[in-house]
Nanobody, 120 residues
Framework: QVQLVESGGGLVQPGGSLRLSCAAS??????????MAWYRQAPGKQRELVAR???????NYTDSVKGRFTISRDDAKNTVYLQMNSLRPEDTAVYYC????????????WGQGTQVTVSS
């Protein structure tokens, strides 16, 4: 069982920035086998993929955040980050961290989520 703990959410004005962090922990965890991702869910909407980074650090992004968000990982710290710049009100959502073992893709772990609110 992998525990994921997100942090870094909050209230920010349009055009501002936030950096989310997600720390993974488990007995004997080998973080490098996990593909990591950030999802978000706005009120009344389905959860959507925001960005994903593979175990070999290849990123990809949903179109609406390309050029504004950057996903990265620090395998020494078992942590994945989401740097969010030029934030817009439509980025307001609960952001969730997700981990999938690349050798066991049917497994998936979720964090508890962190609220991001973009408002003036």
């Amino acid at each position: 069982q992998v525990q994921l703990v997100e942090s870094g959410g909050g209230l920010v004005q349009p055009g501002g920035s936030l950096r989310l962090s997600c720390a993974a922990s488990a007995s004997g965890i080998i973080f490098t086998v996990y593909n990591m991702a950030w999802y978000r869910q706005a009120p009344g909407k389905q959860r959507e993929l925001v960005a994903r980074i593979t175990s070999s650090s290849r990123p990809n992004y949903t179109d609406s955040v390309k050029g504004r968000f950057t996903i990265s990982r620090d395998d020494a710290k078992n942590t994945v980050y989401l740097q969010m710049n030029s934030l817009r009100p439509e980025d307001t959502a609960v952001y969730y961290c997700n981990a999938v073992n690349k050798f066991i893709p049917a497994t998936g772990y979720w964090g508890q989520g962190t609220q991001v609110t973009v408002s003036s």
